[in-house]
């Protein structure tokens, strides 16, 4: 009787020692996992911040493009109102004008208008 209580307790032993050792692999296997999960993470948040400073850059410089094109609307629209003014300016004085000077101001208005 005094053999079989050894030879179980033995074996209660060897299989918690297994069940130990299974417990520690098991650990070792998640720490693993968990420090390779973090390096991908950490290297895909590099990735996303080089990402992210490339499309900062182009941002500001489709700022900048747009900010020209802006000013060159600006100039363009103070380009044409002043036009606008002096042909209406030409057109408010036709009533004195000489006859001379009145059909001179046809032919170029017609001449103008045809460009």
Do not use: C, H, P
């Not at 290297?43 to 080089?50: L, S």
């Not at 002096?86 to 045809?114: A, H, M, P, Q, W």
């Amino acid at each position: 009787m005094k053999k079989q209580a050894i030879n179980i307790a033995l074996v209660i032993i060897i299989i918690l020692f297994g069940w130990l050792y299974y417990q520690k692999q098991k650990e070792k296997q998640y720490d693993q996992y968990m420090s390779q999960r973090d390096m991908i993470y950490a290297e895909a948040k590099e990735d996303n911040k080089k990402t992210q400073m490339a499309y900062d850059v182009k941002i500001a410089q489709l700022n900048d493009s747009i900010t020209i094109l802006l000013g060159m609307i600006e100039t363009n629209e103070t380009q044409i109102k002043t036009l606008k003014l002096k042909r209406n300016e030409k057109n408010n004085n036709i009533g004195k004008f000489s006859t001379i000077d009145l059909s001179k101001f046809i032919s170029d208005f017609y001449k103008d208008s045809v460009k």
